[in-house]
């Protein structure tokens, strides 16, 4: 079956602009994850949406970012007014209820900001 | 807070011969999971293998295999007979096992160690 998708693959945009971040996870998985990559660092967490409950917001760095899963399926991740320090590789990731079961990863969006 | 410590930024290792990765994390928990995800170029990343806390014995996935030493909060991630599509960034990560809590299952990542393997 089809993975979990992300688009777009790269996005390069300037300084100030808004920009949304899509993600697309396997049918049936009820939580998803957003994480975000800096260059040469690791993965931190930004959110995590599990079914209907209220998400996980602890992991947004500013009131900037904002996401929403519509549907229990499709998630956006919005960033309002760019920043250098925004530019990453923004990962989504989805698996089914149960903190035992294995996350699957988008391919990632590399997000450039001029 | 967990915390998990990549302190190898790059290694490397010749063809068919065997690397250790190292990682240590700092929790409070004592039910657990660890992991090693393998990031290639394509930036997607793929699970390697993983270790459950209460389980003393250490995981092993064909030519991957971890030492668990659950007293001194540490994980090391052995590839044998290391082959060219082993080259990646490979990262540990730490996961809560508790049910409580609004991040359930949230994975948190070490820094990452560049994996060079040469022909």
């Known amino acids: 079956g089809a993975g979990v998708s992300q688009s777009p693959s790269n996005k390069v945009t300037e300084k100030g602009k808004d920009v949304e971040l899509r993600c697309d996870p396997i049918?049936?998985?009820?939580?998803l994850y957003w994480y975000r990559q800096s260059l040469g660092q690791g993965l931190e967490f930004l959110i995590y949406?599990?079914?209907?409950?209220?998400?996980?917001k602890s992991g947004l760095p500013s009131d900037r970012f904002s996401a929403e899963r519509t549907g229990g399926s499709v998630s956006t991740l919005t960033i309002q007014r760019t920043q250098q320090e925004d530019s990453a590789v923004y990962l989504c990731?989805?698996?089914?209820?149960?903190?035992?079961?294995?996350?699957?990863f988008g391919p990632g969006t590399r997000l450039t900001v001029l | 807070a967990q915390t998990v410590t990549q302190s190898q930024p790059e290694m490397s290792v010749q063809e068919a011969e065997t690397v250790t990765l190292s990682c240590t994390y700092d929790?409070?928990?004592?039910?657990?999971?660890l992991f090693w995800y393998k990031q290639p170029p394509s930036r997607q990343m793929i699970l390697v293998i993983r270790?459950?806390?209460?389980?003393?014995q250490n995981a092993t996935e064909n030519r991957f295999s971890v030492n668990f030493q659950k007293a001194a909060k540490s994980f090391s991630l052995k590839i044998s007979d290391s082959q060219l599509g082993d080259a990646a960034m490979y990262f540990c990560?730490?996961?809560?096992?508790?049910?409580?809590?609004?991040?359930?299952?949230?994975?948190?990542f070490g820094q990452g160690t560049i994996l060079t393997v040469h022909p």
């Open positions: 990731a989805s698996t089914e209820t149960g903190v035992r079961n294995e996350q699957f």
């Open positions: 049918s049936g998985h009820t939580a």
């Open positions: 949406f599990q079914g209907n409950s209220a998400p996980d």
């Open positions: 929790t409070s928990e004592s039910d657990y999971y």
């Open positions: 270790q459950e806390a209460y389980k003393q």
């Open positions: 990560a730490y996961r809560s096992a508790g049910a409580g809590g609004t991040s359930y299952g949230k994975l948190t």
